[in-house]
């Protein structure tokens, strides 16, 4: 009789570990917070329920997802366009995600592909409108700013059409980089993307009373720079407006009153309904403003703007249907079973840095450290993971532990939870806290 097993994101058995390093030998004081079998048997009823929502496939001697890079290269799954159309998991196996992605492209006769880079200014919804967009999270996403540290790419694949996501971080200025001892990919990485951009996708958080006025001077720069790049404006979080007519302001402000080379006529920007395209007729308005504004605030060259909520599932879907048009005939880059460039491994560090985002107060997340101690499969096919969050002070250590390991377990639980819709398999994940001195 097979023994009973509790795998999954509800499976929390987050030991929390205080290390006291002296010169000669380190101690280890374990702190359990809650160590009885019930509690993990809670847990699993609780959270593993949400697990799946469809077919799991088993291929080879490991388990895998519907759509699973293994299925394409064993021939388990024809491809077509039902198959197509599916969202690809990502394989928990480094191996086997490299090796896909260098996997030659499995193109139909008249391919169309499509470069988009994702622009704004931080936390402004880029890393959700790409999540909606490509139809599973690989990206992590939080309230609070810098949750993207570099850029990552995703893919969607769809018939003949290839669209490839670049979702970069928000645009800052050089001063603010130095001011907050930034990483300096969140300085250099929107600019290398426009290098290889088909298409810029310039999202505005409408709800931000503080930023949604104006483009970024660097913002600007870039559209300036890179002017010679395709760009649309998306007004994102329009459900959280209470007046529906900033909507009229704002878009003569960022498009400068104009939109594909024509006067934007306001009252057909006012009457745009969320989740459509805002056309742009020739009528011209006397109210719009002057387009050679010395202080620009705006771009005037968009091609097109929509207005959407990025939460929204139905909003999306006109954006992405605008984007597989915008394709144009050429090779594939990568093959259908691909959906991000992100190493397992990366996704999961940057999911459970989503986590601490979210669960711990002003300036402690920024300073907590990961380092994946173990990461292999169990006997059953589920993801094994061990990670230490490394933190400079104690009262950090307690925040992050929380009351009878409250925080500290849901945070693995959460993680875990999202793991397994990304690499659709079992998650058994084990979160430690090491105090550095």
């Not at 403003?289 to 929509?306: A, M, T």
């Not at 711990?360 to 993971?385: C, D, F, R, S």
């Amino acid at each position: 009789m097979a023994a009973p097993s509790w795998r999954g994101a509800g499976l929390v058995q987050a030991v929390l570990r205080v290390w006291q390093v002296g010169p000669h030998v380190a101690r280890e004081r374990v702190i359990p917070f809650s160590s009885p079998l019930s509690f993990q048997r809670r847990c699993v009823s609780c959270v593993a329920g949400s697990a799946f929502s469809g077919p799991r496939l088993a291929s080879a001697s490991r388990n895998y997802g519907q759509g699973s890079a293994l299925d394409h290269f064993l021939g388990s799954s024809q491809r077509d366009s039902s198959v197509t159309s599916c969202v690809p998991a990502v394989s928990m196996h480094r191996d086997e995600q490299d090796l896909l992605l260098v996997h030659h492209p499995d193109m139909p006769e008249n391919p169309r592909v499509l470069r988009v880079v994702l622009l704004g200014a931080p936390n402004a919804g880029k890393s959700t409108l790409s999540n909606q967009l490509l139809g599973r999270k690989v990206f992590p996403v939080s309230k609070k700013v810098h949750t993207t540290r570099c850029q990552a790419l995703g893919v969607i694949t769809e018939k003949e059409t290839q669209v490839i996501l670049l979702d970069t971080p928000g645009i800052i200025s050089p001063g603010k980089q130095k001011r907050h001892h930034l990483e300096l990919s969140l300085l250099e990485d929107p600019w290398k993307s426009m290098e290889s951009a088909d298409l810029v996708v310039v999202l505005v958080d409408v709800s931000d009373k503080w930023t949604r006025n104006q483009l970024s001077p660097q913002l600007l720069r870039c559209l300036t720079k890179f002017s010679q790049i395709p760009s649309v404006l998306v007004m994102n979080k329009i459900d959280c407006l209470k007046r529906k007519s900033v909507l009229l302001e704002l878009t003569a402000a960022l498009t400068e009153g104009v939109v594909n080379g024509k006067k934007l006529e306001m009252r057909q920007a006012f009457h745009s309904q969320p989740g459509t395209c805002c056309p742009s007729p020739a009528v011209k308005d006397p109210n719009t403003l002057s387009v050679g504004n010395p202080q620009r605030i705006g771009w005037p060259h968009f091609k097109e703007i929509f207005m959407l909520s990025a939460l929204s599932q139905e909003d999306v879907k006109t954006l992405k249907q605008y984007l597989l048009t915008q394709a144009q005939p050429g090779p594939w880059e990568y093959h259908s079973a691909v959906l991000t460039s992100q190493t397992p491994e990366e996704i999961c560090a940057n999911i459970i840095r989503e986590k601490l985002l979210e669960h711990l107060p002003q300036e402690v997340p920024y300073n907590v450290q990961q380092k994946t101690a173990l990461w292999e499969e169990g006997p059953g096919g589920e993801l094994v993971i061990q990670q230490k969050l490394l933190v400079p002070k104690e009262s950090y250590m307690k925040l992050l532990i929380g009351p009878k390991g409250h925080v500290i377990s849901q945070i693995a639980q959460e993680a875990g939870r999202d793991l397994m819709n990304i690499f659709l398999c079992d998650v058994d994940i084990h979160l430690s806290v090491k105090l550095l001195k």
